[in-house]
Nanobody, 119 residues
Framework: QVQLVESGGGSVQAGGSLSLSCAAS????????MGWYRQAPGKQRELVAT???????NYADSVKGRFTTSRDNAKNMVFLQMNSLKPEDTAVYYC?????????????WGQGTQVTVSS
């Protein structure tokens, strides 16, 4: 049974920092891309950051220079360090893991963790 367990998040004032982590278990296929998405109330889910197995990263323009993602391949974990947080960063943050078997990509999602930034 595949499980993505997120931890971290919470409430912070603008300018503060939070960190998220996500541990994947039960995945038998090779994990390729790991990342984070977020969904604010009334908005669509959007990409925050992704990281490949070789640690190539991609960030949304809105978080570049403030957020950093990293991963531990041995532990099947992905992390998101969020600095200089803004109220517009308030959202539910979801961990995402993509596996690759041949040409088949399978995507798994965490349950989401709330991040609230107050002004």
């Amino acid at each position: 049974q595949v499980q993505l367990v997120e931890s971290g998040g919470g409430s912070v004032q603008a300018g503060g920092s939070l960190s998220l982590s996500c541990a994947a278990s039960g995945i038998l296929d090779r994990i390729n891309v790991m990342g984070w998405y977020r969904q604010a109330p009334g908005k669509q889910r959007e990409l925050v950051a992704t990281i490949t197995r070789r640690s190539t990263t991609n960030y949304a323009d809105s978080v570049k220079g403030r957020f950093t993602t990293s991963r531990d391949n041995a532990k099947n974990m992905v992390f998101l360090q969020m600095n200089s947080l803004k109220p517009e960063d308030t959202a539910v943050y979801y961990c995402n893991v993509q596996t690759l078997r041949g040409v088949t990509v399978t995507s798994y999602w965490g349950q989401g963790t709330q991040v609230t930034v107050s002004s």
